[in-house]
């Protein structure tokens, strides 16, 4: 879609017909290969490939590209962009995960900008006068929010690893949420979806519905005036702007008033940290992943290990063996999960041993190959310690040998719902991310410990598992998704699709997934798994139910000198596209 028809106001029609057009094309593509079982085509480039999941974004990133850029200033170019065109996820309110690959250092960099909580939160903060955690307030209350570091974190790879400034990176996205974009129908069903959250409040309402109340419907023009100048305001004044300036003291006197925790030393202390990713190896490939507090990389590796002791590929793919495998290993990483994974600035996890073949051996001894194992029954392994669905993800490559995999969120779709008066985005609600009470279910039904309780200035565990394969030296798959507790098993799924299977990288990313997380005790599964596989699965001890789509993963393969990317048909707005 061209600038042009941003600039041309009398023209806005012909982007509203472009991107209908673009998400039907990838609605019938998905139809096609579910329910047809045709293969998609991955799209193909020499020189760069970006894949997102919104059109708008892939294009801002790929423009970057196109004039000389690497695949960070790509990277940090789309991360803006998406926080204005997919406020359901993108974000500057929030925070997230970036692994960098670079083929010339032959080095992969993880850098951490997750939340933190504030300094005056406390253990008990969300529990009740009977000492039930309050689930309204840890995730629709201005106590919900951690101090945001998606701003920090993006300036901090631009600083280290891109070759544009910051503002050449913001300005994109200040022209679309200044002049404005199409409403998508996505765009539109997420408004109408979370209205009763989203009209909570004033500062909310008053940008996201119209001035009567009613819906931004697609085709609209849908402009953000106030993050529009919060956005110049970073672009001009860098990164401090946004945690010791007017965003700041906006976003403070916001907490102010409504009985908030961050405080603007909070914002003033916070920043992100650069990590050495997980690392693990699989049928012969590198898996670099996110460490702690994101659990995504050592359970990915974990179950990878434990995996690579059977024969998955002479099994097949989506085989009832195949999955019944998959679900036994999911199950024993999600209850490791439950007790040993926090932030390890504040907490010892015993990450070599949750990683190590050994204990890989050890747990696969616990499997039965035929029948599935009550949830019931199994436990945390005992060791010394040595989201939202509506998170979003995206993969970039580039000519210069650079990969990126970055995964931000707000957690829920819209976060907290509350939006930052006069500067424009909307607040995480994070803070539910942590055990409000040990044992106690949080959003995604996921079991967390005291490795995970608040603590002052701690960040919350997270699934978020940005990933990149690496054969060799060289840049395989670069890989990751949304999804709350799925991020990880489908990150897994695609990573076992082309290497065990064989199966191109759209195949890879479109083929319907299954998931366990140990408790609640339900193998999950999408749709076009066939009944008699799941009658298999049934019969050998597993409580299977159909979910809706899981994941929306955003992947690029780069084979044999040629980088082919592949889009998520689960979303409908996603696009990859390559040079």
């Given amino acids: 879609m061209e600038r042009k028809f941003f600039e041309q106001k009398g023209r806005w029609w012909a982007a509203a017909i472009l991107g209908v057009t673009l998400i039907l094309f990838s609605v019938t593509a998905y139809a096609a290969a579910i329910i047809e079982g045709e293969r998609m085509t991955p799209v193909p480039g020499k020189e760069g490939m970006v894949v997102t999941s919104h059109f708008l974004a892939t294009e801002t990133a790929l423009e970057v590209l196109q004039k000389g850029g690497n695949a960070i200033d790509a990277a940090v170019t789309a991360a803006f962009s998406l926080a204005v065109i997919q406020p359901r996820s993108g974000n500057i309110g929030g925070g997230g995960f970036m692994l960098i690959s670079s083929e010339k250092r032959n080095d992969v960099i993880a850098i951490d900008y997750r939340e933190k909580a504030p300094s005056q939160a406390s253990v008990d903060m969300f529990l009740n006068q009977e000492g039930k955690a309050d689930s309204e307030v840890s995730r629709y209350s201005h106590l919900a929010a951690g101090v945001p570091g998606t701003v920090a974190g993006l300036a901090m790879a631009l600083a280290e690893y891109g070759t544009i400034s910051l503002q050449e990176a913001v300005s994109p996205a200040i022209r679309l949420a200044e002049e404005g974009f199409i409403v998508t129908p996505r765009f539109s069903d997420g408004l109408k979806e979370k209205e009763k959250i989203l009209k909570r409040w004033d500062s909310t309402r008053k940008i996201f519905y119209k001035v009567d109340g009613s819906y931004y419907e697609p085709g609209d023009l849908f402009v953000q005036k106030d993050l529009a100048a919060t956005l110049r305001r970073i672009a001009e004044n860098g990164v401090q702007e946004f945690y010791e300036g007017k965003t700041a003291a906006l976003l403070v006197a916001e907490m102010a008033k409504h009985g908030g925790l961050i405080t ?28 702690p507090p994101s659990s995504g990389g050592v359970h990915l590796v974990q179950i990878l290990n434990i995996l690579e002791g059977y024969p998955i590929p002479d099994h097949g793919h989506n085989s009832a063996k195949t999955i019944h495998l998959m679900a036994e290993a999911m199950k024993l990483a999600y209850a490791d999960r439950s007790f040993h994974l926090g932030d390890e600035d504040f907490v010892k996890v015993p ?22 194992t009550p949830s019931s029954t ?13 998170t979003t993800h995206f993969s970039i490559v580039d000519k210069f040998g650079n990969a990126v995999s970055n995964t931000y969120t707000i957690n829920f779709s819209y976060g907290s719902g509350i939006v930052v008066e006069g500067a424009g985005f909307l607040l995480n609600n994070e803070m539910d991310d942590f055990s409000a009470k040990p044992g106690v279910p949080n959003a995604y039904g996921l079991i967390g410990g005291e490795a995970n309780r608040i603590e002052p200035n701690k960040r919350m565990l997270s699934s978020m598992s940005p990933t990149i394969v690496k054969q060799g030296e060289r840049n395989y798959l670069v890989t990751g998704s949304p999804g709350g507790s799925r991020i990880i098993t489908t990150t897994l799924q695609v ?4 290497i065990d299977h064989g199966l191109n990288v759209q195949s890879s990313v479109t083929a319907p997934r299954i998931h366990h997380q140990w408790l609640p005790d339900e193998l999950r599964i999408e749709e076009g798994l066939s009944p008699d596989t799941i009658k298999i699965l049934q019969n050998n001890g597993h409580n299977v139910k159909q979910e809706a789509a899981m994941g929306a993963i955003q992947s690029v393969l780069i084979k044999n000198g040629m980088m082919y990317g592949a889009a998520d048909p689960r979303r409908s707005t996603a696009l990859a596209a390559g040079l």
């Avoid at 199994?378 to 509506?390: A, T, V």
Wanted: proline share 9%; charged share 25%; aromatic share 8%.
């Fill in 495 to 498: 990573i076992m699709n082309v």
């Fill in 378 to 390: 199994i436990s945390p392994g005992k060791l010394n310690p040595c989201e939202s669905n509506e």
């Fill in 264 to 291: 603007l030393a909070d914002m003033q202390n916070y920043t992100p940290v650069i990590r050495m990713p997980v690392h693990g190896t699989y049928r012969g490939y590198d898996i670099y992943s996110m460490p």
């Fill in 351 to 372: 990450l070599k041993r949750l990683v190590s073949r050994e204990y890989a051996t050890s747990l696969r001894q616990r499997i039965d190959p035929e029948k599935a």
